[in-house]
Antibody, heavy 126, light 106 residues
């Protein structure tokens, strides 16, 4: 069955860095766009970034220039390097399969986030 | 940037029908996905491409999308449906989530 497991969360000081990892199993990882989504305490869902199967990257405005997404198909993993962290980056970070847009035979699709990990908590505080 | 608006909360009695709306400019021209999130849990996909259900999702959950409003309908509401519900679309290389609706079963 499909599984996604995030790791790497923790407590970090403002201005610091952290690297999240998400290991997957149960599907052909290299075929899919992978995404990071976060949820601040008591708040809604916020899309952060995605990376396509051919490693094209997109970022939300709140993290552009500070976060970097990457993937290792051999290790079936996606990563999120988070730099210059701020208090407002405090959240549970979820890895999810899906997102993005692709077109085939003149028909375009915007896939849902069909599988999610359990999340990893990142706390930015002094 | 694209904005999706949802009512903060909806209350419904068991056995009744709950309708959760998601408003966005010409949202009917986009594919809308819906997620359910129970307290302390990760979201799960509930409805995709406006009205399709993943395997394992009860037929009581249905979706529609037209004009400026997408709607998630929960028929014959059960106590276990109490959760937060989010709509989501893709727009201009970004994913956008709605503000979320908390469904309370009376």
């Amino acid at each position: 069955q499909v599984q996604l497991v995030e790791s790497g969360g923790g407590l970090v000081k403002p201005g610091g860095s952290l690297r999240l990892s998400c290991g997957v199993s149960g599907f052909t990882f290299s075929d899919y766009t992978m995404s990071w989504i976060r949820q601040a305490p008591g708040k809604g869902l916020e899309w952060i970034s995605d990376i396509t199967s051919d490693s094209s990257r997109n970022y939300g405005d709140s993290v552009k220039g500070r976060f970097i997404i990457s993937r290792d198909n051999a290790k079936k993993s996606v990563f999120l390097q988070m730099n210059i962290l701020r208090a407002e980056d405090t959240a549970v970070y979820y890895c999810a399969r899906g997102g993005g847009k692709y077109c085939t035979d003149a028909v375009c699709y915007t896939p849902p986030f069909d599988f999610w990990g359990l999340g990893t908590l990142v706390t930015v505080s002094s | 940037s694209y904005v999706l608006t949802q009512a903060p909360s909806v209350s419904v009695a068991p056995g009744e029908t709950a309708r959760i709306t998601c408003g966005g400019n010409d949202i009917g021209s986009k594919d809308v996905h819906w997620y359910q999130q129970k307290p302390g849990q990760a979201p799960i996909l509930l409805i995709y491409y406006n009205s399709d259900r993943p395997s394992g999702i009860p037929e009581r959950f249905s979706g529609s999308n037209s004009g400026n409003t997408a709607t998630l309908t929960i028929s014959r509401v059960e106590a276990g449906d109490e959760a937060d519900y989010y709509c989501q679309v893709w727009d201009n290389s970004s994913e956008v989530f709605g503000t979320g609706t908390k469904v309370t079963v009376l």
